[in-house]
């Protein structure tokens, strides 16, 4: 029998899947939108908002609503060898490869640049970010509980600023919102969807959210319908608070050209906002509070990845990953925020797909019978177009010509393919195979049915 939860207990989890996604980079990428989508803001935060909330929220309730125990058991339904390979390729995408540099880098932007312009920005993002990563490192190899009391501090004072901030942009604009810049000219929804991929908060759902469906259980909901609606209700709290902030970063983002310029990333937006409105102090605590929240969720992202390659190879210690991922991280920091966000893009355009696609196959496999070869089959055809629009991506972020074969694949899959010149190339497809496959599954008999059976 489930335990009847109140609104507390689902404002408790909610905050808690609030505090999850909302990494202090998401900062930077609704401020960005904002400049470059200018009078088209509106319509490309609803795009953003999809992929940016949407589809986290979705990720966590596939894995509770499939009753698997993390994202390699659910990725295993396509074959156990692709699992591994996918879930290690996620936990490196919002780990050491991307997102772990990144905080560095964002508290670099947002609490030290302003702060020394005119000074040497190489050497000092390399002082920074060494001592950024030692005190990550530090607190990586002896996990505390006070890394989660700093959290739970910073998740409201975070809040409480970007609140005030926001207001003041509310009632006092910066300045009148200008026209939509690049991609947002043409198609403002459609670029915000994938301006949603930079988040990267839809791969973490699937590595974070069961520590959500864990904490629901915690609370006396064991069955699989009663954790399934407690984590749904828990996640409209979540949506709104997220939904909330980014479109009001946005709108500041928006109503900032005028004053600050058009700028490469969303971090110089925040913090110049916080000087146009609060001056040296508003920068200050503004700096403070990202710097802190950047390293506690530094801290969570070693621990995840230093855990699971360490449950990978038991053979090489756990200190040791921390060390290798640290040390790694702090060397792609140095690259600068603009150079990671321009390289992550590729493996995003690649990873997204794949994972939109992993989360609707687990809504639907009652459907089909759970039946393997439906899970292979959309997930074989969405990585052939996913693989080259990251491989397409990544020639035109490093201004490299496409090879001939290449070319022609692109070519090929732009003629015949909706929505590929938008980026979403594989969506058509891999419906129409889950489809077509899924009706044969529901003809055939259950043999190559995956057990849903909760192993834990």
Same mark, same amino acid.
């Given at each position: 029998?489930?335990?009847?939860?109140?609104?507390?207990?689902?404002? !408790?989890?909610?905050?808690?899947?609030?505090?999850?996604?909302?990494? /202090?980079?998401?900062?930077?990428?609704?401020?960005?939108?904002?400049?470059?989508?200018?009078?088209?803001?509106?319509? *490309?935060? !609803?795009?953003?908002?999809?992929?940016?909330?949407?589809?986290?929220?979705?990720?966590?309730?596939?894995?509770? &609503?499939?009753?698997?125990?993390?994202?390699?058991?659910?990725?295993?339904?396509?074959?156990?060898? &692709?699992?591994?390979?996918?879930?290690?390729?996620?936990?490196?995408? @919002?780990?050491?490869?991307?997102?772990?540099?990144?905080?560095?880098?964002?508290? &670099?932007?947002?609490?030290?640049?302003?702060?020394?312009?005119?000074?040497?920005?190489?050497? $000092?993002?390399?002082?920074?970010?060494?001592?950024?990563?030692?005190?990550?490192?530090?607190?990586?190899? %002896?996990?505390?509980?006070?890394? %989660?009391?700093?959290?739970?501090?910073?998740?409201?004072?975070?809040?409480?600023?970007?609140?005030?901030?926001?207001? /003041?942009?509310?009632?006092?604009?910066?300045?009148? @919102?200008?026209?939509?810049?690049?991609?947002?000219?043409?198609?403002?929804?459609?670029?915000?969807?994938?301006?949603?991929? %930079?988040?990267?908060?839809?791969?973490?759902?699937?590595?974070?959210?069961?520590?959500?469906?864990?904490?629901?259980?915690?609370?006396?909901?064991?069955?699989?319908?009663?954790?399934?609606?407690? #984590?749904?209700?828990?996640?409209?709290? /979540?949506?709104?608070?997220?939904?909330?902030?980014?479109?009001?970063?946005?709108?500041?983002?928006?109503?900032?050209?005028?004053?600050?310029?058009?700028?490469? #990333?969303?971090?110089?937006?925040?913090?110049?906002?916080?000087?146009?409105?609060?001056?040296?102090?508003?920068?200050?605590?503004?700096?403070?509070?990202?710097?802190?929240?950047?390293?506690?969720?530094?801290?969570?992202? @070693?621990?995840? %990845?230093?855990?699971?390659?360490?449950?990978?190879?038991?053979?090489?210690?756990?200190? !040791?990953?921390?060390?290798?991922?640290?040390?790694?991280?702090?060397?792609?920091?140095?690259?600068?925020?603009?150079?990671?966000?321009?390289?992550?893009?590729?493996?995003?355009?690649?990873?997204?797909?794949? *994972?939109?696609?992993?989360?609707?196959?687990?809504?639907?496999?009652?459907?089909?019978?759970?039946?393997?070869?439906?899970? /292979?089959? =959309?997930?074989?055809?969405?990585?052939?177009?996913?693989?080259?629009?990251?491989?397409?991506?990544?020639?035109?972020?490093?201004?490299?010509?496409?090879?001939?074969?290449?070319?022609?694949?692109?070519?090929?899959?732009?003629?015949?393919?909706?929505?590929?010149?938008?980026?979403?190339?594989?969506?058509?497809?891999? $419906?129409?195979?889950?489809?077509?496959?899924? $009706?044969? =599954?529901?003809?055939?008999?259950?043999?190559?049915?995956?057990?849903?059976?909760?192993?834990?």
């Amino acid at each position: 029998m489930d335990t009847n939860l109140n609104f507390k207990s689902y404002l !408790i989890i909610g905050m808690m899947l609030f505090a999850l996604f909302f990494g /202090a980079g998401n900062l930077i990428f609704p401020a960005q939108l904002g400049q470059y989508a200018g009078t088209e803001v509106g319509i *490309a935060i !609803i795009g953003f908002l999809i992929t940016g909330v949407g589809l986290p929220l979705l990720g966590i309730l596939a894995l509770g &609503y499939s009753k698997s125990n993390d994202l390699r058991d659910l990725s295993s339904r396509v074959h156990p060898l &692709y699992g591994l390979i996918f879930t290690s390729l996620l936990y490196l995408t @919002i780990g050491p490869f991307f997102a772990l540099p990144r905080t560095a880098a964002v508290a &670099y932007e947002i609490g030290i640049a302003p702060f020394t312009a005119g000074s040497s920005e190489s050497t $000092i993002l390399l002082v920074f970010s060494i001592i950024f990563f030692a005190v990550a490192l530090s607190l990586s190899l %002896n996990p505390l509980e006070i890394v %989660n009391k700093i959290g739970k501090f910073l998740s409201p004072a975070i809040l409480l600023t970007l609140a005030v901030l926001l207001v /003041a942009a509310a009632v006092m604009p910066m300045g009148s @919102i200008n026209a939509p810049q690049g991609n947002y000219l043409d198609s403002p929804f459609l670029t915000g969807f994938l301006e949603g991929y %930079n988040t990267m908060d839809a791969l973490a759902s699937l590595v974070f959210g069961i520590i959500v469906i864990a904490a629901v259980r915690k609370l006396g909901v064991t069955s699989a319908k009663g954790v399934l609606s407690a #984590t749904l209700k828990s996640s409209v709290i /979540a949506a709104a608070l997220l939904a909330t902030v980014y479109t009001g970063i946005a709108y500041l983002g928006a109503t900032s050209t005028n004053t600050l310029g058009l700028l490469d #990333t969303g971090g110089p937006v925040l913090s110049g906002a916080s000087s146009h409105y609060f001056g040296t102090f508003g920068m200050l605590l503004l700096a403070v509070i990202i710097t802190l929240a950047c390293l506690t969720t530094a801290v969570g992202l @070693i621990v995840a %990845n230093a855990g699971f390659f360490n449950k990978l190879t038991p053979i090489i210690n756990y200190k !040791i990953y921390v060390v290798i991922f640290s040390v790694f991280s702090l060397v792609v920091t140095n690259a600068g925020l603009a150079n990671i966000i321009a390289f992550s893009i590729p493996v995003l355009m690649f990873l997204y797909p794949l *994972a939109i696609v992993l989360i609707m196959l687990a809504f639907l496999s009652p459907l089909f019978k759970h039946r393997r070869f439906v899970y /292979a089959a =959309a997930i074989i055809v969405t990585f052939f177009i996913a693989l080259i629009d990251g491989m397409k991506t990544l020639t035109a972020s490093i201004n490299l010509e496409n090879p001939r074969w290449l070319q022609a694949i692109i070519d090929f899959y732009d003629a015949i393919l909706p929505l590929y010149s938008e980026g979403l190339g594989w969506l058509l497809p891999a $419906i129409v195979t889950i489809l077509i496959a899924g $009706i044969i =599954a529901r003809l055939s008999g259950g043999e190559g049915t995956i057990s849903t059976e909760n192993r834990n």
